[in-house]
């Protein structure tokens, strides 16, 4: 069973930086896509970014020019670099790997246990 693990996740002041790090215990060319989602306390979770399988990548408005989401296949490792961090960044990070399914479309159906990240004014 495919396995995802977080890391890298803490407390910070607003407008520093920090680098969360996803292992997959598969390898991530057998995957479609892969992603960063976050949950804040009370909210509901929100795509914040993903690659596909050939590098492309996606981020939300909100985190734009801000994160860069990247990964190493060698190391089957997905991160997440996130600078210039604001108090509405705060928030439980998982990482998410994609799978082909129904009708052939990429669904993200596995998922880490989550990396809290908490920024504070």
């Known amino acids: 069973q495919v396995q995802l693990v977080e890391s890298g996740g803490g407390s910070v002041q607003a407008g520093g930086s920090l680098k969360l790090s996803c292992t997959v215990s598969e390898s991530i060319w057998g995957t479609c896509g892969m992603a960063w989602y976050r949950q804040a306390s009370g909210k509901e979770r929100e795509l914040v970014s993903s690659i596909s399988r050939d590098g492309t990548t996606r981020y939300t408005d909100s985190v734009k020019g801000r994160f860069t989401i990247s990964q190493d296949n060698a190391k089957n490792t997905l991160y997440l670099q996130m600078n210039s961090l604001k108090t509405e960044d705060t928030a439980l990070y998982y990482c998410?790997?994609?799978?082909?399914?129904?009708?052939?479309?990429?669904?993200?159906?596995?998922w880490g246990q989550g990396t809290q990240v908490t920024v504070s004014r």
């Open positions: 998410a790997a994609a799978y082909l399914g129904y009708l052939n479309h990429c669904d993200f159906t596995t």
